[in-house]
């Protein structure tokens, strides 16, 4: 195979950077420039915790897990329902210690769930072309969406982290107006940046954790020294449930429990296009580009675009993501940190 | 269209050209060629023949000349038969799997200058003999392939021939017509090669007349006309399938099918759906096998349903065929059971439109025989040999049961001589042996009666009944009469027993080897677990031993019901470690046993058998498929089988 | 069982690969159009042609064109129903900007522009494979989806964002009531899927099958990959352009964007997983089973419900549509992975093997 | 006996070098295919004999070297150029295409010949369908003479492996190549088969006069059908001749024979 061109790589890149600066040069406001900026950087560690889910199990078993979305959500309506049970049921206190043991009860229901799935579609389907996995994920898709709905209930649900909503004012000092944040979205981010230190810790410091990269690395070679791939994968699995727990509780949070979660977890899909399939920090870094880009177009590309074609409104974000992953599969289609395949006839 | 063509068309030749006229647009043959059924019409065949006819006077074919023709069911063999006719030349049908010896003796006696061969594998084979019959001067060839760094001066291509004959036929217009015009029905028209179960094949020689009546008289018979289809399959160098597909069809005017290769003969018939069907006993009895071991794997629901729908048809199928009368009731569940099991049944067998289908060579089994009658195939048996243009006897419609072959067709007088053999009258007999006087002599008395030299009796219906061949007819050391194929055949009616030799000729009891089948015996001991890991070993299974003698044993009940025959119950048998095979001169070409070949063959078995021994080690050469020769060797065990006191005789 | 087929033989090529080669299954056919033609419409009603026949038959359309890119060529669309919204947007900006213009022609036309969009997205393709063209498709259903919501130009500045038709004429004939409409509707499907058929039993589809099997074998053979791709992208768009106009014509009548929505994608390749991925006569059996599943659950779980002391509202109906959905996907890519079709086609050879079991 | 004509060369290999990564998988090999020969390639697993027959019809990219076929000189091939200007081939692993029947598998084989456009195919007027039926019926002479006619209509998923690496061999054939590329066409056969194979690849070559390239690595049966061989290991070429003289070389019986028989 000849050597890759990096040419389209970089022009790429050098076209999103000028994107990112333009509305400076343009003379947007440096405070709200960045309040934007930091708004996308939010958005993209949410993206990033699902994302972390799809790539811990392609990484391990090439499947592409469609259902992560889903995973979230249902996640999420556990953990808000469960919340809203228990003190009911069990006469816990309503607020923190409830959401506490709501959080570990849905744990174990999502490591529960994971380790079904594996169990039950997964584990038959091995070999299989990778698309039929990924329509078996669909699957999967559909049947917790209906599955979650039916037993957790269908409407908008809260979940309260006991954190303020209103926004901070930082920065006063440097900018005029001072940039807005919201303080739930600052601990989003310290969550999200947790859930990576800890799995980073569980993959370089456990055995468990090391066994699992040997199987990312070579499953035939893994398989070769004595590793379980199909506990492996049962662990994997569990593992995801876990993310799409702490996703599902810091999204449930910003934004309220309901349908519409899983569908805004399709986002991270191009999310590790951007990152690569199987990169933990591309999975991050890809989330960060993918939430700031998409803000930005919305926000500074939108007017200008919605003006110059007498357009019905802008929503660039829907598709922003999108069309990027796109652009960046032509050109490089391991994404940023993937790794390259060459097909041998 | 049933009419007969008229008398004047008394030749093959003209026969062919009558049809050409009548219903020059219907098809005549078709191939399975290339995927689809290639068809030629009446007046294409015509043209062909005419063209073939007019190439071989130019390469020097003359009148009585004989011209050898090998190949498989292929319209190349019916269109040079046919051309040869035409110039008065004898076409020599012979088998493809015949030993270079045989077809040099064949081709010497015959003094047979030009040869039309089917492929490669042929041409080499005659090439060979070529050098040794020195009068073998040209070779035609139907596929190229292969062939095309062949330099030999004899050889040629059909094409070219044909090429060669329109040429020919161009430069001397009429020269066909009067070529055809010259040839008379009592001219010989085809020899054929007996089997002959010792000594040098013989050459049967036809007319004409005799072939043209024979067929003639069975198509009026069962009321064949053009609308008929049939499957050409058999050796086309035998008799019968010159009569079923090249006599009957040109007289009756039907459509004859060729199949595209050995190994699709079913499912080309499945596709065809021949109306007019011969098979011997044998491939009745195959498919029958391969009915009950499909049907083995269905599911219980599905076996059950089977299992009493053929109670049904044998309760009614045979009697509804006959015309007797059956019950409303029983015609409703016959009716359901022809939606569900007997239509698809014949659909699968490829026998949904047969109208007429004969058995004959053998006696067949009488559960083989109502199995495929019940189902409302109407098979019927016949009786007759190369020597009498095969219709003797034919059942009637309505007159049908699976121990006789019915009475004589018509122009068929019938005796049964003093020892036993029975002596046939009929305008089908041969003309002659070829070069061959004294065996003439032999068979054909100036009284004009043929000695068949099969033993046989008349009932009181008048229905022929065969026994056995008369020279195989022995007696026991006691004195009883010994009919070794009537046991061995009764052996053969199980589906696991696949070729079986009784002994017993001047011996004081009789011994059977037996023969098992292997996919049946393989099938069974699969269902039971056994493993095996090849023939060899499969027949030497105690339990299969144990299957074999539970059949012997079935065969000494019934023997012991007949008087006559209670002393031929089977005292011992063996397996062989082999199986019996026209390769290694065990069977004939058309799958008889050699009883006595195969005596001296196994002659220590043999005496093992009589001698008391309880096994006996023995080495055999074979003959693979390929030429080689290699050796099989086994230790055989050798049982008793229980025996039955005989019936009383009913006072 | 009840196959005969003695004497059905061939004596030409012609005979030999006509689409149904038994004389059984011809009957078969012959005899179920000819119901649909000459009984249906006098037998069913308005709530039939309306909520079940007439959508059955125009996403048995779509399926069939999924079916061609992802059954027959093997490229993955997560997206089709954005095909089909290009085909609706387009037969109604013909149809509103000429409106003299004979809606067949509109159909092609439809078909013709979304097969031209199809290719645009379909050349990612020629790159990338699997879950990466997925995400392609994605990208072309998200993108198309914001186009048709946003620029006015499409929906004719229509202020709700909504676009409405008016009933088709036809040669001065007015399809309006659900009979014409549905025997339209037969008719063009009958007749477009006839022309798929033709498609995949020649060398274009061998073409698609080869790409689809062997990618580097067919390359090898001399197929271009970017003409076989292509081609399915742009065949399989122009159908699903087709079955988009039929859509918004003849069944909704008016519709906005989310008509279109990546729902709707998912759904058309539900059809085909369940139906029978590379297979036409799949596409409807899928179309049938999609489109009959939410009817029918609706209309037995609330009486099931009552049997045992359930409430089952329609959510609750919803929510088991979905689980069942998602049952049978994952239950037919393990046990059956090319769908009822092919258990059509065991039950077919079954029966022509009957009474014997193979 | 076989009596045939050996032409001039009708395919060059110059040169050639191949590397993955950092893995050289030839260096510099050249030899030339005469016309109407059997050329046969042998040599240890991981000589690079499949390499080889890669960079032939363009499935891989040398860095270095030209391929001259048929008088044009070319940096590398591409493979729709190499099937065009009549280079078939067929694979080692098989690579046919499953969920096709062994007839339309072969059919593939015709397809640079098919030249109808879409619009014709779907309706299946007149000039698609005369051209369908008149490449059927090529395609059944291909069956016909690999002896298939049996298993026409199977799924090729169905048959035994002997059978696929036939219906492999036909679909090459169908597309009526100069030069053939027989990647191992023996391999994991019995030896019943090898020995149909053999006769196949031979009539082939007699029948149409079809060059053929072929890799093998069991030596009897390259020996017994082969004109000339090369012999490569550890992608270098150590040995160039007839059959006699490559089985008398020192070098190959040291690098070849010595080692792995």
Known sequence: MAAKKNGPVIALGAVLAAGLAAPLVTGSPLGFYLEVLIGGLMAGVLYSLVALGFVLIFKASGVFNFAQGAMVLFAALALARLAEWLPAWIGIPAGFPALTLAFVLAAGIMVGLAWVIERIVLRPLVAQDPVALLMATLGVTFFLDGFGQTIWGSDIYKIDLGISKDPTMILESMFQGGILVSKEDLIAAVIAAGLVILLALFFQKTATGRALRAVADDHQAAQSIGIPLNRIWVIVWAVAGFVALVAGMVWGAKLGVQFSLAQLALKALPVVILGGFTSIPGAIIGGLIIGVGEKMAEVFLGPPLVKMWDLAGGGIENWFAYVLALLFLMVRPEGLFGEKHIDRV | ?651 | MFYRENGQFKSSYREDQQILGIRQDRWFIFGLIAFAFLVVPFVASDYMFRAILIPFLIVSLAAIGLNLLVGYCGQISLGHAAFMAIGAYAAYNLVVRFPQLNFLLVLVLAGLIAAGVGILFGLPSLQIKGLYLGVATLAAQFFIDWVFARVKWFTNYSPSGSVSTAPIELFGYKFDSPVERYVLVLAVVIVFALMAKNLVRGHIGRSWMAMRDMDVAAEVIGIRPMYAKLSAFAVSAFYAGVAGALWGFVHLGSWEPAAFSINFSLNLLFMIIIGGMGSILGSFIGAAFIVLLPITLNQVLPPLGALVGMNFGTAMASHLEFMIFGALIIFFLIVEPLGIARLWAIGKEKLRLWPFPH | MRQRKIGEVILDVRNISLSFGGVKALQGISFDVREHEVRAIIGPNGAGKSSMLNCINGVYHPQEGEIVFRGEVRRDMDTHHAAESGIGRTFQNLALFKGMSVLDNIMTGRNLRMKTGILAQALHLGPARAEELREREFVEHVIDFLEIQAYRKTPVGRLPYGLQKRVDLGRALAAQPQVLLLDEPMAGMNLEEKQDMCRFVLDINDEFGTTIVLIEHDMGVVMDISDRVVVLDYGKKIGDGTPDEVRNDPEVIKAYLGVSH
């Open chain 2, 1 to 651: 269209m049933s009419s007969m063509p008229p008398e004047s068309a008394d030749t093959f030749p003209r026969l062919l050209l009558h049809h050409a006229k009548v219903r020059g647009d219907r098809p005549a043959i078709r191939e399975k060629d290339l995927g689809i059924w290639q068809t030629w019409t009446w007046s294409q065949v015509a043209a062909e023949v005419r063209a073939l006819a007019c190439g071989l006077a130019e390469q020097g074919v003359r009148r009585g000349d004989r011209v050898a023709i090998i190949g498989a069911n292929r319209p190349f063999v019916t269109w040079t038969t046919a051309a040869a006719q035409s110039l008065g030349a004898i076409p020599v049908g012979l088998y493809q799997d015949a030993i270079a010896s045989e077809l040099l003796y064949i081709f010497q006696t015959a003094e047979i200058r030009h040869a039309v061969v089917e492929d490669q594998e042929q041409v080499d084979k005659v090439l060979e003999i070529g050098q040794e019959a020195a009068l073998l001067k040209h070779i035609y060839y139907d596929d190229p392939r292969g062939l095309r760094h062949y330099t030999q001066p004899e050889l040629m291509s059909i094409e070219k021939l044909k090429e060669a004959g329109r040429a020919f036929d161009a430069k001397n217009p009429g020269f066909y017509e009067a070529e055809v015009a010259k040839g008379r029905p009592e001219d010989p028209a085809a020899m054929f090669t007996t089997s002959g179960t010792t000594g040098n094949p013989k050459g049967v020689v036809h007319t004409h007349g005799a072939l043209i009546d024979r067929a003639r008289v069975a198509c009026e018979m069962e009321r064949l006309t053009d609308a008929e289809e049939v499957l050409a399959y058999l050796p086309p160098a035998w008799i019968g399938q010159n009569i079923f597909s090249y006599a009957q069809a040109l007289v009756a005017g039907f459509c004859v099918n060729c199949p595209e290769a050995a190994g699709t003969v079913t499912a080309d018939m499945r596709e065809i759906g021949p109306t007019y069907y011969f098979a011997p006993p044998r491939v009745y009895e195959n498919l029958l096998t391969s009915v009950t071991i499909r049907m083995e794997d269905a599911s219980s629901i599905k076996r059950r349903m089977f299992k009493y729908f053929m109670g049904v048809a044998e309760r009614v199928g045979g009697r509804l065929l006959d015309g007797k009368p059956v019950s409303p009731g029983e015609r409703l569940l016959y009716w359901l059971g022809d939606l569900f099991v007997y239509g698809p049944l014949r659909n699968a067998l490829g026998m949904s439109r047969v109208r007429v289908s004969y058995t004959a060579g053998e006696a067949i089994g009488p559960d083989l025989f109502r199995f495929y009658r019940s189902l409302g195939i109407n098979l019927k048996q016949l009786y007759g040999s190369t020597e009498t243009a095969v219709f003797v006897c034919v059942q009637p419609d309505g007159q049908v049961s699976a121990d006789t072959v019915g009475p004589p067709v018509a122009g068929v007088e019938l005796r049964i001589a003093d020892n036993g053999e029975l002596l046939i009258k009929s305008p089908g007999l041969l003309k002659e042996y070829y070069k061959n006087p004294a065996a003439t002599a032999e068979v054909l008395t100036n009284d004009g009666w043929y000695h068949s030299g099969d033993a046989g009796i008349i009932d009181h219906d008048g229905h022929l009944r065969i026994i056995d061949r008369a020279k195989d007819v022995g007696r026991l050391a006691n004195g009883a009469m010994f009919a070794p194929k009537y046991i061995e055949n009764k052996l053969k009616f199980f589906p696991f027993i696949k070729e079986a030799v009784a002994l017993g000729d001047r011996r004081e009891m009789v011994c059977a080897m037996i023969n098992i089948e292997m996919e049946a015996v393989g099938n069974w001991a699969e269902k039971r677990g056994i493993v095996y890991s090849g023939y060899v070993d499969l027949a030497s299974q105690a339990a299969v031993y144990d299957l074999i003698r539970e059949c012997v044993e079935k065969v000494n009940a019934d023997l012991a019901q007949e008087e006559k025959l209670a002393d031929s119950q089977i005292r011992r048998f063996l397996i062989l470690h082999k199986e019996l095979d026209a390769d290694d001169g065990e069977l004939t070409r058309t799958s008889k046993v050699r009883r006595g070949f195969i005596g001296e063959k196994y002659a220590v078995l043999v005496d093992a058998l009589y001698g008391g021994r309880a096994e006996q080690y023995i080495e055999t050469q074979v003959k693979f498929e390929d030429g080689r020769t290699g050796k099989v060797s086994a230790t055989l065990e050798i049982m008793d089988a229980k025996t039955f006191a005989p019936a009383r005789k009913a006072a």
